[in-house]
């Protein structure tokens, strides 16, 4: 089993910056792909950024291109989530998934464990 832990959400300005951090525990992570997904009220959960067990392929919505950065540290079994230009439409609760698969995954039926979640508000 794989506990995931998510932080660094909070209240933020549009235009400013959070990094989120969900750090793993019960199992190293280092195989695992992992993704950022995030859910607004009424709306379904949508991916955001994964990244694949290597660090290597990693894939963004096109609403998040050129403004968030996932990464990885399997050192330390954690994924980070840099998001930058935030926007009003960013706001949501965001959850940390890992799936047992090494290789990129796009949709919430192919992870694994997931995250309580964090929320992020951005004001306009």
């Known amino acids: 089993q794989v506990q995931l832990v998510e932080s660094g959400g909070g209240l933020v300005q549009a235009g400013g910056s959070l990094r989120l951090s969900c750090v793993a525990s019960?199992?190293?992570?280092?195989?695992?792909?992992m993704g950022w997904f995030h859910q607004a009220p009424g709306k379904e959960r949508d991916v955001v950024a994964a990244?694949?067990?290597?660090?290597?392929?990693?894939f963004y919505a096109d609403s998040v291109k050129g403004r968030f950065t996932i990464s990885r540290d399997n050192a330390k079994n954690t994924v980070l989530l840099q998001m930058n230009s935030l926007k009003p439409e960013d706001t949501a609760v965001y959850y940390c998934a890992a799936r047992r698969a090494g290789g990129l995954g796009f949709s919430t039926d192919e992870f694994d464990y997931w995250g309580q979640g964090t929320q992020v508000t951005v004001s306009s």
């Open positions: 990244i694949s067990w290597s660090g290597g392929p990693t």
């Open positions: 019960g199992r190293t992570i280092s195989t695992y792909a």
